[in-house]
């Protein structure tokens, strides 16, 4: 036999030997779905005991429940203030639409899903859906398979001593509940100032839309080599250009870092839970600098309360349209936000702050928007862009729902203490 054939029949032998392999570990992973590949367990990983951080039973497809504090991603997702994002592939206000031709197409209807943990009382997956149940009782349905925070599964601290990483495909339902508290420590949680060109805004921060604990690192790279260092240890940081951050840790010590996504124009921007608005997004170039600093106690399961309708009028030339209100064809509940940027920061706002919304006199290219806290200036974009969907005004008195094109939108007030029922995203009313 020839050298040719023997290397040539090695070859195929070697070929034969990874195709098995390989195959041999795609059985053993559908043989296993409650095994996920997450990031290692190790000692300095925080333990999560406090009322802040998500908590729940999760039942499996194989019907085995875990019980204990939530972690989404396996590294992602920790607190109730944090937002649940998902698709919803059917737009169930689209029936009111009949015979309007100003309305948008069907194309035009989906809509993304976002929510804060904290208003959520369970999950529910079947196939390709996904069901959640929102505090005010309301069931949206989404698609699993569209980008959303169920995709990366979920770790769970069982008895807080054993860790379960169970796989999105593995997750039949996760029934959020109240976390224990009793003496536990306060959430080593992410919270500062961040100074921005046109002001600043303080509270829980999310650093790269990711980081979010004080045991989180800053990732990036000194004269030294790479460095990851606790923000617990920081005390501030200062954007030096788009390629680098100026560091000064708390005993004094200052640094420069670049060259990793944490640092340079590749850094996603900073989520910042900021009491005034809610939720804003900074883009990294617009951020000037962030002073960490210890911040109240995060909010724990009880300290989100059902949402209800909105309820208010619609003002256009013709007069005003009073009743429940959806908003762009999409928000009807006061946990539901409103999402608009001003000057680069993009402000996701719960209607339930919000009194008022109207085209600004002075520009066709912003609206004012009157808070509790004062008005906030912003941009026709996003939610106000000149592509809404329009309003639907649900009289009082009951019938059927008025469609009212964005354009001839002047102004909306929204009552203070709504007191209507709201239908949910299936086209079922609930209390």
Known sequence: MSRTVIAGSAAALLLLLVLVLAGYRLVQQALEPDTAHWPAITPQTPRPEHPGYLYGVVTTTEGNDHQGY???????????????????????????????????????????????????????????????????????????????????????????????????????????????????????????????????????????????????????????????????????????????????????????????????????????????????????????????????????????????AIQGSVETRQGASHGRLVFDLDESETTDTLDAPAKGVTYTVPFGRIRSIARDPASDEHFIVDLDGGPLRLEARGDLAGGNGGMLVFPVAGGPAQYIPWPEVRSIEIASKPKLRAPDSEGQVVE
């Open 70 to 308: 939530l972690r989404f991603g396996g590294d992602q997702e920790a607190f109730w203030s944090d937002a649940f994002n998902g698709f919803k592939p059917h737009n169930p206000w689209a029936e009111h639409l009949s015979g309007q031709e100003e309305a948008p197409k069907p194309a035009q209807l989906e809509r993304p899903f976002m929510t804060r943990f904290g208003n959520l009382t369970r999950i529910d997956i079947e196939g390709r859906d996904v069901r959640v149940t929102l505090k005010s009782g309301t069931r949206v349905l989404l698609d699993r398979h569209e980008a959303g925070d169920i995709d990366d599964g979920v770790r769970v601290w069982v008895d807080g001593t054993r860790v379960v990483d169970l796989e999105a495909r593995a997750i039949r339902q996760i029934e959020f509940r109240p976390a224990p508290g009793g003496d536990a420590a306060p959430t080593s949680r992410l919270h500062g100032t961040v100074r921005t060109g046109d002001g600043s805004f303080r509270g829980f921060i999310q650093w790269n839309r990711l980081k979010r604990l004080g045991s989180d690192r800053l990732v990036g790279r000194s004269d030294k080599g790479r460095q990851a260092i606790p923000f617990d240890d920081i005390a501030s940081i200062e954007r030096d250009g788009d390629s680098g951050c100026r560091i000064r840790l708390q005993v004094g010590d200052e640094l420069s870092l670049e060259g990793e996504p944490d640092v340079n124009r590749r850094n996603r921007g900073l989520v910042v839970d900021d009491s005034r608005y809610g939720r804003v997004l900074i883009p990294w170039n617009q951020v000037e600098g962030v002073d960490l600093t210890p911040g109240d106690d995060s909010p724990a399961y009880s300290d989100f309360k059902p949402g209800s």
